[in-house]
């Protein structure tokens, strides 16, 4: 009888960790449009995003709009940045 408490004190522990979770994500960003990308750099040794930016003419605004996942300060060698593309 006390491991069958035990067993299901746990599973509801466990359902609500999980549930809090998928609680929390939703709605933790307002989704601003899709970007669709036409053209990408594949980043080399040394590059930044300002440089990939200054390199291509794109203002940083739009920048952060096509590549709206990019960690700039974790840019690693053969990644694909989109450098030109539409946010619908």
Do not use: H
């Not at 359902?15 to 960003?29: C, D, Y």
């Amino acid at each position: 009888m006390l491991l069958n408490m035990i067993l299901v004190l746990s599973l509801l522990l466990i359902v609500s960790v999980a549930e809090s979770k998928r609680i929390g994500a939703i709605g933790f960003k307002k989704a601003e449009g899709t970007p669709t990308c036409e053209t990408v750099y594949s980043v080399v040794s040394g590059d930044t995003c300002s440089g990939i930016q200054q390199e291509f003419n794109l203002t940083e605004q739009f920048f952060d709009a096509i590549n709206p996942n990019l960690n700039c300060d974790a840019l690693f060698v053969a990644q694909w940045i989109c450098v030109d593309g539409t946010v619908n």
